[in-house]
């Protein structure tokens, strides 16, 4: 199955749903209003990959990224790690914040977004 239709009425600020996508998985984190504060603060020049919260989110509340670590491919933990309600890899010891950008140990890259739209405000289309 290509795409995938997700109600995500039920993800509360701050819970990560994890989902299997194509073979992956996939997270989508409800962002708190601290979350977003946060990562709205930290200077581009600080990051190894730089991209914005906006480049990463059509919503900022709603980050959906496929939960693979980009170092060597595990299966990073949701709400865990350094960067407070982001993303820890257990193999290396990779840290991503809460927009899955790579804040800390081996992963070169941010954790990828893939295409998706919002059908309505609950409902969003990954793929
Ligand atoms: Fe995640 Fe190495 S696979 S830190």
């Known amino acids: ?22 073979g992956k998985p996939l997270f989508v984190k409800h962002r708190t209003p601290a979350d977003i504060e946060l990562e709205a603060k930290t200077p581009l020049s600080s990051l ?3 991209e914005t919260p906006e480049q990463r989110t059509i919503k900022p509340e709603w980050l959906i990224v496929i939960g693979i670590c980009t170092h060597l491919g595990c299966v990073p933990i949701a709400n865990s790690g350094d960067w407070p309600g982001g993303f820890y890899c257990p193999c290396h010891g990779s840290h991503f914040d809460n927009v899955g950008r790579a804040r800390k140990g081996p992963a070169p890259t941010n954790l990828v977004v893939p295409p998706y739209k919002f059908l309505t405000d609950n409902l969003l289309l990954v793929g």
């Not at 199955?1 to 194509?22: F, H, M, N, T, Y």
């Open 48 to 50: 190894r990959d730089p």
């Open 1 to 22: 199955l290509a795409s995938i239709e997700l109600d995500i009425s039920k993800v509360e600020p701050g819970q990560c749903l994890s989902i299997k996508w194509r």
